[in-house]
């Protein structure tokens, strides 16, 4: 446990009040979360061959077509604060606020900066149909290529 002077940098995010629950949410995955794969397969199935978590880009998209430019985010509900699913967590609320806000904020730089390097970013929810998903990528893959 860090001594009470001595508090690591929080590079602009929220200080946590538990370290528990700081350990036990590093540990949570970051990529390949069931939605994602499920849109992978049907973009595959459909002959689309694109690169995954591609970390030279800003905020190292989910899928990237390197072609068309089009950098495609699979966003969770909770993470990203979802208008339909999100929910706010009892404890430590206000903290879990300023976390959803900046990850909010981090994804408006991060398309900002893919934009300006002249691509296109796309989010969807985790929730979102996968074919309908796949439909829209497909099409405009299909116009940029």
Known sequence: MESPGKRRPNHGRPLPLNETVTRQMKKMPRRGSGPELSLRRELFRRGLRFRVNVGGL?????IVFTAARIAVFVDGCFWH???IH???PKNNRR???EKIAANRERD????L?????????L????????EEIAD????LWRQLR
């Open 86 to 88: 999100a929910t706010s």
């Open 136 to 139: 829209e990528i497909e099409w």
């Open 113 to 121: 900066e893919l934009e300006r390097l002249g691509w296109t970013s």
């Open 123 to 130: 989010h969807y929810w985790e929730h979102d149909d996968t």
């Open 108 to 111: 408006r730089r991060k398309d």
């Open 95 to 97: 903290w879990w606020e």
């Open 81 to 83: 604060g979802c208008p």
């Open 58 to 62: 800003p905020g190292s998209p989910d």
